[in-house]
T-cell receptor
Framework: DVKVTQSSRYLVKRTGEKVFLECVQDMDHENMFWYRQDPGLGLRLIYFSYDVKMKEKGDIPEGYSVSREKKERFSLILESASTNQTSMYLC?????????????FGSGTRLTVV | AQTVTQSQPEMSVQEAETVTLSCTYDTSESDYYLFWYKQPPSRQMILVIRQEAYKQQNATENRFSVNFQKAAKSFSLKISDSQLGDAAMYFCAYRSADGGTSYGKLTFGQGTILTVHP
């Protein structure tokens, strides 16, 4: 079965810490995405990548960066965590040429910044 | 930019009954894809159904069907014979067919929490 794996299900970090959220997919997908999910706001796109070492800003990139050194791995980085970054973070991947299909999602990381 | 709106934060249905979840979207594009995703308490997002905008026929997947009204920019999900396992958060999503610039980005609505009563 195809998989998108997020390294942590729950994470608690302190304000000001540098936080890494890891995502790995085993489907050889070109595209990878990071979303955050908040009640009443749905899922909002933070960053995405369509190839190794390539990245594009989504709708809410402020306070975040990303890294994609290998095709299967896409990392989200909170340079200096703040309480307003407490949220659920979802990683997803998709094939480049399968536009009419949706994503494969990870099961999310619930991050609490205290 | 495209927007997706789900105006029902919560819905409930009796087991075996039918429920309809609403979704509207705004776009200037003529070709696109629409999706409904289900997120149960396990958090794993599951694709329920998809619709290609160029197809007039409404998509159907077993007990799930959509009512796609392109002119009205409406995309509702109908769940027939509701089951306890249908209880979840449901998200409507839009994806441009222009792969060259969008890279397959999905735009999501706010979500609707569906409760199924036994």
């Amino acid at each position: 079965d195809v998989k998108v794996t997020q390294s942590s299900r729950y994470l608690v970090k302190r304000t000001g810490e540098k936080v890494f959220l890891e995502c790995v997919q085993d489907m050889d997908h070109e595209n990878m995405f990071w979303y955050r999910q908040d009640p009443g706001l749905g899922l909002r796109l933070i960053y995405f990548s369509y190839d190794v070492k390539m990245k594009e800003k989504g709708d809410i990139p402020e306070g975040y960066s990303v890294s994609r050194e290998k095709k299967e791995r896409f990392s989200l980085i909170l340079e200096s965590a703040s309480t307003n970054q407490t949220s659920m973070y979802l990683c997803a991947s998709s094939l480049w040429d399968r536009e009419r299909y949706g994503y494969t999602f990870g099961s999310g990381t619930r991050l609490t910044v205290v | 930019a495209q927007t997706v709106t789900q105006s029902q934060p919560e819905m409930s249905v009796q087991e075996a009954e039918t429920v309809t979840l609403s979704c509207t979207y705004d776009t200037s594009e003529s070709d696109y894809y629409l999706f409904w995703y289900k997120q149960p308490p396990s958090r794993q997002m599951i694709l329920v159904i998809r619709q290609e905008a160029y197809k007039q026929q409404n998509a159907t997947e077993n007990r799930f069907s959509v009512n796609f009204q392109k002119a009205a920019k409406s995309f509702s999900l109908k769940i027939s014979d509701s089951q306890l396992g249908d209880a979840a958060m449901y998200f409507c999503a839009y994806r441009s067919a222009d792969g060259g610039t969008s890279y397959g980005k999905l735009t999501f609505g706010q979500g609707t929490i569906l409760t199924v009563h036994p």
